[in-house]
T-cell receptor, first 112, second 110 residues
Framework: GENVEQHPSTLSVQEGDSAVIKCTYS??????FPWYKQELGKRPQLIID?????GEKKDQRIAVTLNKTAKHFSLHITETQPEDSAVYFC???????????FGTGTRLQVFP | DVKVTQSSRYLVKRTGEKVFLECVQD?????MFWYRQDPGLGLRLIYF???????EKGDIPEGYSVSREKKERFSLILESASTNQTSMYLC?????????FGQGTRLTVV
């Protein structure tokens, strides 16, 4: 089955700096890669996603890149703010299944 | 707004008890999932269901079962709770691959 690895497990940055979180997946049939943000005490919520027919997607300060050949995808947050502090999860799923396999999470701390 | 509601926010149960965790969604989604969340291990899939009375094992089904008698309700059952099942349990329903999570149930087995 699918396996998703996520690095780093913790990441501390100064406000205004950029943050990058990386994931790798094992199943070449995976074609959907979402990112979820979980603030302390709250439920995970989708912040951005990318499908396998696209190499990059941006939404304001966040972007996701996908390298299908290497089975890598990454989340990029620019101009980080304290409210970006949370746990971020990457995930992968295959077409028509909706079955999401998650990475182990990255705790991002943004210091003012 | 999609609502996924879990019946309890916190539960404390004794070893050997049968435990029911309930999840209800109000958006007529067909797909529902149960995950457990542990520090350093992320979200691990326990069971999922694509339709009423249908269930499939996820990556860590041992010690758990599920029930889906109605489309909107998906129950996770711990047949005989053990201390290693102490965890945060998250239910989710999906539409067009986007998952909507419940608020989570923090279960402590003593």
């Amino acid at each position: 089955g699918e396996n998703v690895e996520q690095h780093p497990s913790t990441l501390s940055v100064q406000e205004g700096d950029s943050a990058v979180i990386k994931c790798t997946y094992s199943d070449s049939a995976s074609n959907y890669f979402p990112w979820y943000k979980q603030e302390l005490g709250k439920r995970p919520q989708l912040i951005i996603d990318i499908r396998s027919n696209v190499g990059e997607k941006k939404d304001q300060r966040i972007a996701v890149t996908l390298n299908k050949t290497a089975k890598h995808f990454s989340l990029h947050i620019t101009e980080t703010q304290p409210e970006d502090s949370a746990v971020y999860f990457c995930a992968a799923s295959t077409r028509n299944t909706d079955k999401l396999i998650f990475g182990t999470g990255t705790r991002l701390q943004v210091f003012p | 707004d999609v609502k996924v509601t879990q019946s309890s926010r916190y539960l404390v149960k004794r070893t050997g008890e049968k435990v029911f965790l309930e999840c209800v969604q109000d958006m007529d989604h067909e797909n529902m999932f149960w995950y457990r969340q542990d520090p350093g291990l992320g979200l691990r899939l326990i069971y999922f269901s694509y339709d009423v009375k249908m269930k499939e094992k996820g990556d860590i089904p041992e010690g758990y079962s599920v029930s889906r008698e109605k489309k909107e309700r998906f129950s996770l059952i711990l047949e005989s709770a053990s201390t290693n099942q102490t965890s945060m349990y998250l239910c989710a329903s999906t539409i067009n691959t986007e998952a909507f999570f419940g608020q989570g149930t923090r279960l402590t087995v003593v």
